[in-house]
């Protein structure tokens, strides 16, 4: 949805946050929990046709935190090695 193409109707109609000037909203809406100390702002993307929304944490330091706190989710044990 990034690039501007919505995955659920196809809709090119996407909106992005690019100029949004507080992406996190009062009391930590529009964020995610990283650690006891941390909140994670979302980069959000709208398709206007469906509604569907798309949402990406975009700081980079908070990322690399995410990978060192939490738990990662193993692949499907489905898939052939
Ligand atoms: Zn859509």
Do not use: H
Not at 19 to 24: A, F, I, Q, Y
Not at 61 to 77: D, F, G, P, Q
């Amino acid at each position: 949805m990034k690039q501007g193409k919505c995955p659920k109707c196809g809709s090119t109609n996407i909106y992005g946050p690019a100029d949004l000037p507080l992406k996190s909203g009062p009391f930590g809406s529009n964020s995610i929990p990283v650690s006891l100390t941390a909140m994670a702002a979302l980069d959000n993307y709208v398709c206007v046709d469906c509604g569907l929304v798309e949402s990406y944490v975009a700081d980079d330091r908070m990322l690399k935190k995410i990978a060192e706190k939490w738990k990662a989710v193993n692949a499907s044990v489905d898939e052939e090695d």
